[in-house]
């Protein structure tokens, strides 16, 4: 029973540019939130989609978007990227009207030059 | 604001001894409290709480939940090297239309030496 993907593991890009990051929930999941966890911090709710659409959105800027597939995988699309963008991002799985705790990913170590 | 605060930020102990990390929070329409543990990657689950009172236990491993007091406590015991990691705490809430969030403190540093 494969758990939560996350890719790629690591990328590396420079200030101005866009980046996504993709995700594929635990089997018989069918709701993903993102996490932006910064070093030293603990992660922050960036937002949630069910359904294949955003339910709540967490104090992020616009330039963080994202979409939810038929199979329930996900994008997160980041844009005009900052060096302050630089961060490990988590995808979290969870069964919608289950009270079960979310799953993560491994996550996406995105450093910006 | 919704706030989770976990105490101490570090810790280092030796090998058996017994810990005890910290959560206090501010919510709004709680569901449950969550442990976490990190080492590298991704957070692994250790417990959810959602009642009070009831204490959760996995090996050395055990939480409680006092939902008047808005606090929770891990308690590891007998400590072991493996037990080095970053311990999360994160409050959920939800809502029917608008799904669920998890709000997490800033985690606990935790260093076993031998």
């Known amino acids: 029973d494969a758990g939560v993907t996350q890719s790629p593991t690591h990328l590396i890009k420079t200030r101005g540019q866009q980046v996504t990051l993709r995700c594929s929930p635990k089997s018989g999941h069918d709701t993903v939130s993102w996490y932006q966890q910064a070093l030293g911090q603990g992660p922050q709710f960036i937002f949630q989609y069910y359904e294949e659409e955003e339910r709540q959105r967490g104090n992020f800027p616009d330039r963080f978007s994202g979409h939810q597939f038929p199979n329930y995988s996900s994008e997160l699309n980041v844009n005009a990227l900052l060096l302050g963008d630089s961060a490990l991002y988590l995808c979290?799985?969870?069964?919608?009207?289950?009270?079960?705790?979310?799953?993560f990913g491994d996550g996406t170590r995105l450093s910006i030059l | 604001e919704d706030k989770v605060v976990q105490s101490p930020l570090s810790l280092v102990v030796h090998e058996g001894d017994t810990v005890t990390l910290n959560c206090s929070y501010e919510?709004?329409?709680?569901?449950?409290l969550l442990w976490y543990k990190q080492e590298k990657k991704a957070p692994t689950f250790l417990f959810m709480l959602?009642?009070?009172?009831i204490e959760k236990k996995s090996g050395r491993l055990s939480s409680i939940l006092d939902k008047k007091e808005l606090f929770s406590i891990l308690n590891i015991t007998a400590t072991q090297t493996g037990d080095s990691a970053v311990y999360l705490c994160?409050?959920?809430?939800?809502?029917?239309?608008?799904?669920?969030?998890?709000?997490f403190g800033e985690g606990t540093q935790l260093t076993v030496n031998p």
């Open positions: 994160a409050v959920e809430e939800w809502g029917e239309t608008s799904g669920s969030r998890l709000t």
């Open positions: 979290a799985s969870s069964r919608n009207w289950v009270n079960q705790p979310q799953h």
């Open positions: 959602t009642s009070s009172g």
């Open positions: 919510v709004t329409n709680f569901r449950s």
